[in-house]
Every structure is written in C-alpha cells, then in structure tokens.
C-alpha cells in the first residue's frame, strides 16, 4: 500500500531563516506529487505540484521552492521564511481516479 | 477560475442530530467532486466523491449528491456522533494533467454528547 512520509513533524523557525521539509513516498512508482499549504483558520491552498523528478509546476508565487530530486521525493524550501509562511504544509499524492492521498503533515511555526 | 465555496463554522451540534454543510462550486466543464474529512492533528482522508452529474458518494454514514443544476455537493449526516468532530472540505477536480485539487475553505464540526 501507498505510505506518505512527512518530516519533520513540526517546527519552529525564526523569521529569515531557511526552511527544509521532506516528503517521501513509498508503495508506488512515478506518482503525481503535491504541496499544500493549510493557513490557521483558511482552507488549503495547492503550492505546487510535479508530475516526475525535476519536474515542478507552481501555482502561486511566494518564497517558497520546491524539488523533485528522486522519484519518491519531493522538498519544499525557502531561502528566508517570513512570518505569513506559518502553516500545515501537506504532501500528497494520485491515487487514481482524481483521489489524492495525503501524508501527515508538517506543522510550521515562524516566530 | 475555479472555485469552492463551504458554509462557515464551526458547526456545532449534539450526538444524533442531523448534519449537513453546504459547498457550491464553480468550475467550467465538469469536475469530479470530493469530500476530505481532518481529524484533530492528523493530515486530510478521503471521505467520499462523485465524479458525474446525479452521482452520490457515501461512507461511514455520510453522503453527497452531485448537483450539477445547483452546482452543489451537500454534505449529509443523519445523525451524527462525537467521533464526527473534524474539519471537512469540499474539492474539487478538473481531471487536467496533474488532477490538482482546488479546495474549500474548510467547515470545523463540533459534536457534542
């Protein structure tokens, strides 16, 4: 079976700094990755999505980056958090038949 | 572009009451639509779907009918319990390449016994 993997599960980082989330798949081959990203108090919103390694479309701009190094991993980066990038980041994948199966998540605190 | 739009909460209710949030989308041709449930620190399920006009997905006592007149996919709950208590969102699909998903802004149920 198909098995998400976010890390880390939460953090805190001070405004400025650098940001690493990792997500990682297992259970399938060349999935359909996304990133999403869960306000306090507001829906989801889709950060970007890839479709193979290298591979990154997004769909809002913003700071933040992602990357596609390996077939089952996708990271979201930013070079200088600011404070309105707080959140629940969400990685998920296709699973077919337009469903998409969401990992864990990664919660983010920048103070 | 496309949209979606849920009835905010929090929706509060008692254990066995009748449950229903609304969600109204707009979307050109037609979307598959999808119910995702949150519950309280853990990441987004699937609840239940519908990829066609007259459809109704359901699972675990809930269901949703596609409308497309109404452009709607009210969620429904007959009675509802404490294990209920979630946020729920409403998506939708465009089936493009990608099969992204364009959420709600999310309706926080409160269940109490």
């Known amino acids: 079976s198909q098995t998400i993997h976010q890390w880390p599960a939460t953090l805190v980082q001070p405004v400025g700094s650098p940001l690493s989330l990792e997500c990682t798949v297992e259970?399938?081959?060349?999935?359909?990755l996304y990133w999403y990203r869960q306000a306090a108090g507001r829906g989801l919103q889709l950060l970007f999505y890839?479709?193979?390694?290298?591979?990154i479309s997004s769909e809002v701009p913003q700071n933040l980056s992602a990357s596609r190094p390996q077939d089952r991993q996708f990271i979201l980066s930013s070079k200088k958090l600011l404070l309105s990038d707080s959140g629940f980041y969400l990685c998920a994948l296709d699973r077919g038949a337009d469903t998409q199966y969401f990992g864990p998540g990664t919660r983010l605190t920048v103070l | 572009g496309d949209s979606v739009t849920q009835m905010e909460g929090p929706v509060t209710l008692s254990e066995e009451a009748f449950l229903t949030i609304n969600c109204t989308y707009t979307?050109?041709?037609?979307?598959?639509l999808f119910w995702y449930v949150q519950y309280p620190g853990e990441g987004l399920q699937l609840l239940l779907k519908a990829t066609k006009a007259d459809d109704k997905g359901s699972n675990k006592g809930f269901e949703a009918t596609y409308r497309k007149e109404t452009t709607s996919f009210h969620l429904e709950k007959g009675s509802v319990q404490v294990s209920d208590s979630a946020v729920y969102f409403c998506?939708?699909?465009?089936?493009?390449?990608?099969?992204?998903?364009?959420f709600g802004g999310g309706t926080r149920l409160m269940v109490k016994p």
């Open positions: 890839s479709v193979g390694i290298g591979q």
């Open positions: 259970g399938t081959s060349n999935p359909n």
């Open positions: 998506a939708l699909s465009k089936n493009n390449a990608g099969n992204m998903l364009t």
């Open positions: 979307a050109t041709g037609y979307p598959s």
